[in-house]
């Protein structure tokens, strides 16, 4: 599976961006998806994440009520809504793909995407 993030950009605080990953491959129907963030000089943080069916998502507290994901099949899609966006939403966010234990365990995640830049000014 080979992944590609876009849609990140320069926002305004209040604002708001809608990041996706376009998936290659047949299978991504079959791949729990998730997004994660590093600000500079940070570790990587767990955003989102949402399983193969689109019917389990799992939000990190931080943007609870702010972002939101979803996937199309069809598309071979998955999304990440950013609403309200905040200066501490900065950072590079990264899509991956079929994780074999926790969401939110960036290390087990098998495919990654290679990052979008989102900045929000204040």
């Known amino acids: 599976v080979q992944l590609q993030a876009s849609g990140g950009g320069l926002v305004q605080a209040g604002g708001f961006l809608r990041l996706s990953c376009a998936a290659s491959?047949?299978?991504?129907?079959?791949?729990?998806m998730g997004w994660f963030r590093q600000a500079p000089g940070k570790e990587r943080d767990f955003v989102a994440a949402?399983?193969?069916?689109?019917?389990?998502?799992y939000y990190a507290d931080s943007v609870k009520g702010r972002f939101t994901i979803s996937r199309d099949g069809a598309k071979n899609t998955v999304y990440l809504q950013m609403n309200s966006l905040k200066p501490e939403d900065t950072a590079v966010y990264y899509c991956?793909?079929?994780?074999?234990?926790?969401?939110?365990?960036?290390?087990?995640?098998?495919?990654w995407g290679q990052g979008t830049q989102v900045t929000v000014s204040s």
């Open positions: 991956a793909a079929d994780p074999s234990g926790l969401w939110v365990r960036g290390d087990l995640y098998d495919y």
């Open positions: 491959g047949r299978t991504f129907s079959r791949y729990d």
């Open positions: 949402i399983s193969w069916s689109g019917g389990s998502t």
